[in-house]
């Protein structure tokens, strides 16, 4: 089956990058979460009489992570991962509302399974995530076909819902907030079905506390909450104890982490253990402040985890405190994934980003003289209503002043409900985006070239993850910069284990270099197929 992983129309998008936004590349679109053969699979064992399911993800890592929990829900009762459409039993599109035309290719998707299942009357189809939560009853309106309905704050439900609907039809169910119970919460404390057993996905925090002008998240996601520290150490452990030794931890602002907690914490007397809580540092201290540099300290002191990224800071809130946790606990990746969003002053004010280009630039000045060997990427939006050449001149300016690593581009796209979407006499013509984002493209695409080229001769440790799909005599993984390196390997080596390799090549979005030698070979408990040396 066609995988579909990240592309946009600026090319192809690596899966696993930070906060990259995928589209489709299969019959139907969407990533899909579903069994590669042999690979981390069920515990179960396939019967005749278990259904089988489909689930086809569009969207960020949130959505990503929030589809490997319904499929742990799935299997936790029963269910097996179909291999196609075609022997699926129960289909879930889990939407994204980020870009403009979600929506037509939602219904678009759903007009192909209603003749799907106009063929086989007993196939299910579920619709979660962002645009499920936006778009509510309309769905079942539109597509009378569909059984299920869920939103972003109810994926604890889908075994519940799906039951609910075959007993009494079909059923639409989205909360408007999160409900304030920890294993509902986060979705991270419901099973999971993981498609590699080494690296793991932890949710840290929900939602978002700002109003991005262009943004839709907080609407759909909901206020910001965090996860208490100590469930997030429990959780890494257990990881730590399957063999995982890469973990993300996501969250839409990860530098604000923790606040709400200290503040529960020193407004109630309710008795919570405030180690728990907010982790054993700030036991000590008490003051109202993010936890996410004391996080990184801590996770980075369990055993077994090695690497550790985490996506995305947001540039206002981005401090000392994260570099120096960042400088000082090894396992933590030379890498920061800092989003610009844009270089100029007018526009950073009207998206209300807290922040002007010359203090973004102090961060990153600040991130680079605090970490050895960092690596910076980005995100930044093309076209943002009213944005004259001379602003994207100070976007072009920022962007060449950095250097980034790589950049995801983004042409702005008006979201309904948000802010910059009222600014209809201030949209930028099509065609001026588009020769703004190949002249941005250039310049990102020099200095990613520049920075590949300066890795020539060094040895890298790089995580395996499997046969290059172009070759399958190289294996390919990520270094601790998230760049990928090719390498041949004369022997197999597992995936998930970590191999020094020396860089003897560059490319625009890759490494090639020579194996030197296997430094740690995977652990992990989970079956994963050996990739082919
Ligand atoms: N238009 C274009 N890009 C957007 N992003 C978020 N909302 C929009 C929008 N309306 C981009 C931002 C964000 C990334 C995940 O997606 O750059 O950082
Ligand atoms: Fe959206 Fe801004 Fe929140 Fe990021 S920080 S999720 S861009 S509102």
Redesign the pocket.
Known sequence: MAFGVGVDQHGQRCPRCP?R?LWSQNDLGGRFVTTESGAAGSSRTMSAVSKRYLIRTHG?QMNEHDSERIAGLFEADGMVPAESLDDADVVVLNTCC??ENADNKLYGTLGHLKSVKAARPELEIVVGGCLAQKDRDLIQQKAGHVDVVFGTHNVHRAVDLLEQSRQSGPVTEILDAAVLDDRELFPSALPARRDVGYLAWVTIQIGCDNSCA???VPSVRGDEISKPFGSILNEVRGLAAEGVTEVTLLGQNVNSYGRDLTLRLRSESSGLDPAEVAGSSWATDGRARSLFADLLRDVGAIEGIRRIRYT?PHPKDFRDDTVAAMAETAAVCEHLHL?L?SGSDSILSAMHRGYTAERYLEKVAAARAGIDDLAVTT???IGFPGETEADFESTLAVAAEVGYDSA?T??????PG?EAAELTDRFVEHSVTVERMNRLRAVIERSSVRRNEARIGRVEEVMVEGASKKNPDVLTGRTRQNKLCHFASAEPIRRGSYAAVEVTGAGLSHLTGELREVTHVAQHKRRIPVAAG
């Open positions: 906060h936004v960020c980020i870009r262009f943004c839709i995305s989003p969003q995100d930044i939006i995801y983004f042409v702005y796209s008006p979201r948000t």
